[in-house]
T-cell receptor, first 109, second 118 residues
Framework: EDQVTQSPEALRLQEGESSSLNCSYT??????LFWYRQDPGKGPEFLFT???AGEEKEKERLKATLTKKESFLHITAPKPEDSATYLCAVHPTGNQFYFGTGTSLTVIP | SQTIHQWPATLVQPVGSPLSLECTVE??????LYWYRQAAGRGLQLLFY??????ISSEVPQNLSASRPQDRQFILSSKKLLLSDSGFYLC?????????????????FGPGTRLTVL
């Protein structure tokens, strides 16, 4: 059965304290993996798409990496405005997309 | 640039009442369109997707339906709402392919509609 699991469920960081969020997946053939940021009461905002193991993408303080079984979202020197829920989604073979339940990140000033 | 709109932003409806949520996309042609539901503590659940006008695929059996009357318009409906229909409804679009297939491309989400069924 195709599954996406994100960990931890919640993460509290001090401003400037770097960390990583994990997205592990078990799917029958990965066609793409996506990271989104979601603020309370709003739609998810696209961050990255990764297509193959070994691929990395960066945007400001965020870097996403992909292996055959998981993806990491690394946050370097986070700021309070990085506080949000980060969602991971995978697109296996077929037309379904599977989303994880997200990691709620709080960055404390 | 492309933009996606959803309305209404919030909706409170009694059980058994009908529902119509609308989504429109600007700045692109022949997009793939999607309806998702996000329940508290759960991941986004794909409800319907469409690769073209009048072409709707359902991923989850339920009392909801979807229609695509125009290229960039996607409507989510119900004849009789249930309590379990409460949630945050999100519309999304991605670039479409000629021939109408879903391929791996980024989905961009609208602002969402918060539906509360009482």
């Amino acid at each position: 059965e195709d599954q996406v699991t994100q960990s931890p469920e919640a993460l509290r960081l001090q401003e400037g304290e770097s960390s990583s969020l994990n997205c592990s997946y078990t799917v029958s053939g990965l066609r793409g993996l996506f990271w989104y940021r979601q603020d309370p009461g709003k739609g998810p905002e696209f961050l990255f798409t990764l297509y193959s193991a070994g691929e990395e993408k960066e945007k400001e303080r965020l870097k996403a990496t992909l292996t055959k079984k998981e993806s990491f979202l690394h946050i370097t020197a986070p700021k309070p405005e990085d506080s949000a829920t980060y969602l991971c989604a995978v697109h296996p073979t077929g037309n379904q997309f599977y989303f994880g339940t997200g990691t709620s990140l709080t960055v404390i000033p | 640039s492309q933009t996606i709109h959803q309305w209404p932003a919030t909706l409170v409806q009694p059980v058994g009442s009908p529902l119509s949520l609308e989504c429109t996309v600007e700045g692109t042609s022949n997009p793939n369109l999607y309806w998702y539901r996000q329940a508290a503590g759960r991941g986004l659940q794909l409800l319907f997707y469409s690769v073209g006008i009048g072409q709707i695929s359902s991923e989850v059996p339920q009392n909801l339906s979807a229609s695509r009357p125009q290229d960039r318009q996607f409507i989510l409906s119900s004849k009789k709402l249930l309590l379990s229909d409460s949630g945050f409804y999100l519309c999304a679009w991605s670039a479409g392919l000629a021939g109408g297939t879903i391929y791996t491309d980024t989905q961009y989400f609208g602002p969402g509609t918060r539906l509360t069924v009482l």
